[in-house]
């Protein structure tokens, strides 16, 4: 893979493309265009007085205009008239002033023929002689007594001598450019370029949950920004590394277990004799069904979370699932002295993965089995609101504290194991959950105050809406 430019180089060749470019705008106005602009300047300008001696015609002050003009803008006006005579301001040696009767008579035919202007660019003669490179602007002005010719000189000066000259700055100037081109390079780099080469320094820390980042690195907004959310980061990954680690060992510990009542209770019937009954085999099969069980669980989350589950949905009567479900904890109410309360509503009809459903709410009852306290009551509640059947499972033992609700979806969660009662389940029920409820995409959410106990709830679309 091709090696990536460093942002110090990558500062560097942008302002040297941006000098570049200012360099070459400058040379192509000051040099290039220079000649033509001062061409199409002069010819405007000459333009522009023919028309203020044109509206002086009538005036008074025709003179006073002409000699203006004249002086102003270094051009030579001749005005010829009935009214006016032969009016000459400027240079008297100009060629207008000089010029046969020919030549006038023929910058007058052309005008004659252009529309009453004429506008001609090129050399002119003085006395028979050759002149300088100029222009002559020519206009016929009608009137009822007799027409007015109006004719502006102005010559073209070469402009070699300043080309010359703005070249030898241009040279000066580049290197002045360049100069400070690499100055605000290496200003750019100390206070752009090292804080992100600093702060990515740090970061390679990060897998290892540190990240320590130096007070240089936060000279401005954006660096400081990013030195928050990566310190954040390494935050959050001790604390993933924490509770994986923690899964890692309550899992461990989950499967260590019924192995080793499977083992022993397998040797004790290899090995003693009248063992080999049906309550020891019964163990046997309870503790494969509880192990099963656990790996079920590990193989759904890591299909859920890789997406590979596809929903299969169907209409069902919700109320009947549940009805269905709670028989299955009535053992709880007959061994464990638990109070399981349930009132089924009549006929839900929802369209949901049923299978999928019937899973979330048996994680419901584990978790709250688990965590039900001293209290051991439980209270299940279906209720139909705004086109929703909404599923709670109470229970009442120790609740959970404000900033730890958002964690009891994660993966790696899991509370204080001193409240959690010994009981089947693998400890990533909720986990399984979120990721089936956001699958059906559908509302869920837990309500937990400390020593209040806590309530757990999905809710999914009504099909009958006429039971709202």
């Known amino acids: 893979m091709k ?9 560097a060749r942008y302002l040297l493309f941006f000098a570049a470019a200012m360099i070459g705008v400058v040379l192509l106005f000051q040099i290039g265009l220079l000649q033509p602009m001062y061409e199409a300047n002069k010819i405007s300008m000459i333009r522009q007085v023919s028309d203020e001696v044109t509206d002086a015609l009538d005036s008074g002050d025709l003179n006073e205009t002409i000699f203006r003009v004249s002086a102003e803008n270094d051009l030579c006006v001749r005005v010829i008239g009935v009214n006016t005579g032969d009016m000459t301001a400027g240079n008297m040696g100009c060629p207008l002033y000089r010029m046969d009767s020919l030549e006038l008579l023929g910058h007058i035919y052309e005008a004659q023929q252009n529309g009453n202007t004429y506008l001609y660019r090129g050399e002119t003669r003085m006395a028979g002689r050759p002149g300088l490179d100029s222009v002559i602007y020519t206009r016929i002005v009608p009137a009822e007594k007799g027409d007015t010719i109006v004719m502006v000189y102005g010559s073209i000066s070469p402009v070699d ?9 241009l040279w000066y100037i580049s290197g002045i450019i360049l100069v400070f081109m690499a100055l605000l390079t290496m200003l750019m780099y100390r206070t752009i370029a090292r804080p992100l080469t600093q702060i990515n320094e740090a970061a390679k820390k990060l897998p290892e949950g540190r990240y320590e980042a130096s007070e240089d690195t936060g000279k401005y907004r954006e660096a400081q920004e990013l030195n928050e959310t990566l310190s954040r980061a390494a935050e959050d990954i001790q604390k993933a590394d ?28 290899r090995d003693l004799p009248g063992e080999n009954n049906p309550e020891n085999l019964q163990v046997i099969i ?4 509880r192990l099963k069980m656990l790996v079920n ?13 596809v929903l299969q949905p169907q209409v069902f009567d919700l109320a009947g699932l549940i009805t269905q479900e709670m028989r299955k904890y009535d053992v709880y109410q007959v061994n464990d002295g638990f109070v399981l309360n349930w009132q089924e509503p009549g006929a839900t009809m929802v369209s949901a993965d049923m299978e999928r459903i019937r899973q979330v709410f048996n994680n419901f009852m584990t978790n709250a089995i688990n965590y039900s306290g001293r209290s051991r009551r439980i209270d299940v509640r279906l209720k139909r609101e705004n086109g929703m059947a909404r599923v709670e499972v109470q229970d009442y033992g120790e609740g959970i504290a404000a900033d730890q609700l958002p964690l009891v979806w994660d993966r790696y969660y899991k509370v204080d194991r001193a409240h959690v009662r010994s009981a089947s389940g693998s400890g990533i029920g909720l986990a399984i959950v979120k990721e089936i409820l956001d699958l059906h995409q559908v509302p869920y959410g837990v309500e937990s105050e400390p020593d209040k106990g806590s309530t757990f709830w999905f809710a999914l679309p009504l099909q009958d809406q006429n039971n709202n």
Do not use: C, F
């Open 3 to 11: 090696k990536k430019v460093s942002l110090k180089w990558k500062i």
């Open 161 to 169: 001598a300043a080309t010359a000259t703005l070249k030898m700055q």
């Open 242 to 269: 924490r509770a994986k680690r923690d899964l890692i060992a309550n899992v461990s510990h989950d499967l260590r277990t019924p192995l080793t009542m499977i083992s022993g209770y397998g040797e004790m019937m």
């Open 286 to 289: 309870d503790e494969s069904q």
């Open 297 to 309: 669980d590990l193989l759904d989350l890591s299909r859920l979370q890789e997406h590979r589950i």
